[in-house]
Nanobody, 126 residues
Framework: QVQLVESGGGLVQAGGSLRLSCAASGRTLRSTAMAWFRQAPGNEREFVAE????????DYADSVKSRFTISRDNAKNTVYLQMDSLKPEDTAVYYC???????????????????WGQGTQVTVSS
């Protein structure tokens, strides 16, 4: 089984940057598609970005395209989310998620993901 731990969240001013990391233990990430989701208070958990197991394809929510970049280093069992030009509406708890079915494809569906971290808080001030 895969265990995920997020880090890198914090408080940043609008226009700033943060880099989130998701460290995995257990089975290698070479067999796991990885994604980032986020959830703000009172809102549904929403898709942010996903990357296939090989890193050959990525997908982004429209709200973060051109600002966020997902990447992975399978040798280090780590997935990253580089967040630039942050906006106050990006404020949320960010969750790392893994999916072990259809790992060569992409999915934005929360329920399709099997493994979840505990989340890391990102707060963007005006």
């Amino acid at each position: 089984q895969v265990q995920l731990v997020e880090s890198g969240g914090g408080l940043v001013q609008a226009g700033g940057s943060l880099r989130l990391s998701c460290a995995a233990s257990g089975r290698t990430l070479r067999s796991t598609a990885m994604a980032w989701f986020r959830q703000a208070p009172g809102n549904e958990r929403e898709f942010v970005a996903e990357i296939t197991w090989s890193g050959g394809a990525t997908d982004y929510a429209d709200s973060v395209k051109s600002r966020f970049t997902i990447s992975r280093d399978n040798a280090k069992n780590t997935v990253y989310l580089q967040m630039d030009s942050l906006k106050p509406e990006d404020t949320a708890v960010y969750y790392c998620a893994g999916r072990r079915l259809g790992v060569n494809s992409l999915s934005r569906v929360t329920a399709n993901h099997d493994y979840w971290g505990q989340g890391t808080q990102v707060t963007v001030s005006s």
